[in-house]
């Protein structure tokens, strides 16, 4: 038979199946496993938005909608923008799509073509190396220092430019590090982007997740780069909504165009109902918001407080996002049943057979010398999690 996809042969699968489905078969056999490997929040999608969607199926508001998205949600992104990011656009600027992952998709196979490179900061979520190649480009991996919080500025990017850079993708607050750019940071790479010429996607998934009275700032909120900046986001992080997937972007109305162009020939809108629920989210009440965020700085402190009296574990207290990224260097070379931990698939199997917690391996992110923990549970959850840990490092050879 004929070879199939070649550009699927380049995306890697997922590195951390093994670990997950070995967390599996141990709660099969009934073990008591603490999952702390979730990227979503454990509240529930506040009872305004669930009424909105409510209704809306009621109203038999369940028909395709515009490609772009609702002219109202539109309009409400764009007032959102502008009131919390300070970025001013227009109703058609915005592209609403089948959650934040389909949004950064379409934006990059809007703006790549073959032989360009992205620059991926390390650690990155997921996705975005293996999108960047879906969309016929390289991704650049930048490694940011852990001494500075992950965090990094123009003259750390500088070295990897080239005439074949297109574009950036910035994350913060990030996944998984919890590393959260300042505000001059993000002025000199904006800067850097206008004498380059090279486009910003930032990623600002996470911006309502922020702690210590850091206030959220938007790149494209700067008028040098306001038309060479793509702002993702959405609904699922924000107002614990991952399930209803609505992400956005807003970029200049070219980009939107040719998004719009790709979405419509793949999903067409996202859906109706998570359009009328995503617009009584962005519109309405935000006190649970803010309630969510206020529980995830309790359990972050709660968390750090634990893991960082755990020798051979490092880590310092993130800014944002609801995971920690502690170092496992430490670790490496030690022994446990007369093996030797060689790597973060290593450590994450470790916790799961001797701790019964599950994290997911920093290879995944691309670091193999930490491993992700997500905070989104119960603070007897994490207390409990934190103190099984502790054991079974103490135990290590
Ligand atoms: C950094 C980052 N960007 C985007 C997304 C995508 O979110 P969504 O569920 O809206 O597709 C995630 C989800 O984990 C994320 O961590």
Redesign the pocket.
């Known amino acids: 038979m004929k070879s199939l996809s070649k550009k699927v042969d380049k995306i890697e699968e997922s590195q951390t199946i093994a670990i997950t489905s070995l967390a599996k078969k141990l709660r099969a056999e009934g073990k008591n496993i603490i999952t702390l490997s979730a990227?979503?929040p454990d509240f529930p999608t506040p009872e305004h938005v669930k009424l909105a969607a409510i209704k809306a199926i009621q109203e038999n508001f369940t028909k395709y909608t515009q490609n772009e998205g609702t002219p109202e949600l539109r309009e409400a992104i764009a007032t959102k923008l502008h009131n919390d990011n300070h970025i001013d656009v227009k109703a058609s600027n915005i592209l609403v799509s089948?959650?934040?992952?389909?949004?950064?998709f379409n934006a990059l196979q809007a703006i790549c073509n073959p032989g360009d490179e992205v620059i991926v900061p390390a650690p990155y979520?997921v996705?975005f190396p293996e999108m960047v190649k879906l969309a016929d480009a390289t991704p650049v991996i930048f490694k940011a220092r852990e001494e500075n919080g992950f965090t990094f500025d123009a003259n750390d990017l500088r070295p990897l430019l080239s005439s074949k850079t297109k574009a950036i993708i910035l994350?913060s607050p990030?996944?998984p590090s919890g590393g959260v750019l300042s505000e001059e940071h993000l002025r000199g790479i904006a800067r850097l982007a206008v004498e380059n010429d090279f486009y910003i996607i930032s990623?600002e998934?996470?911006e309502k997740v922020i702690y210590d009275g850091n206030v959220h700032f938007s790149i494209g909120s700067l008028d040098d780069v306001h038309d060479r900046v793509i702002t993702?986001n959405?609904?699922?992080?924000a107002y614990s909504m991952?399930g209803w997937?609505?992400?956005f972007i807003a970029a200049n109305e070219e980009i939107i165009s040719r998004a719009a162009k790709v979405q419509s020939q793949m999903t067409s809108n996202a859906s109706s109902i998570s359009q009328a629920a995503a617009l009584e989210a962005i519109r309405g009440d935000q006190s649970e918001v803010e309630k969510m965020r206020v529980a995830f700085q309790r359990r972050r402190d709660i968390l750090v407080d634990k893991l960082s009296r755990i020798g051979g574990v490092s880590l310092k207290k993130p800014g944002g996002?609801f995971y920690l990224f502690p170092s496992i260097k430490n670790l490496l070379g030690r022994r446990y049943e007369g093996k030797v931990i060689r790597n973060s698939i290593d450590v994450s199997r470790f916790l799961l057979e001797k701790a019964q917690v599950a994290v997911v391996p920093g290879i995944a992110f691309g670091s193999d010398e930490h491993v992700r923990i997500s905070y989104a549970y119960a603070e007897k959850d994490l207390v409990e999690a934190a103190g099984r840990i502790a054991s079974a490092i103490s135990a290590l050879k």
């Open positions: 990227g979503e089948n959650g934040g992952k389909h949004s950064i979520w996705s994350n990030n996944n990623d998934i996470y993702a959405g609904v699922s992080k991952t997937r609505i992400g996002a």
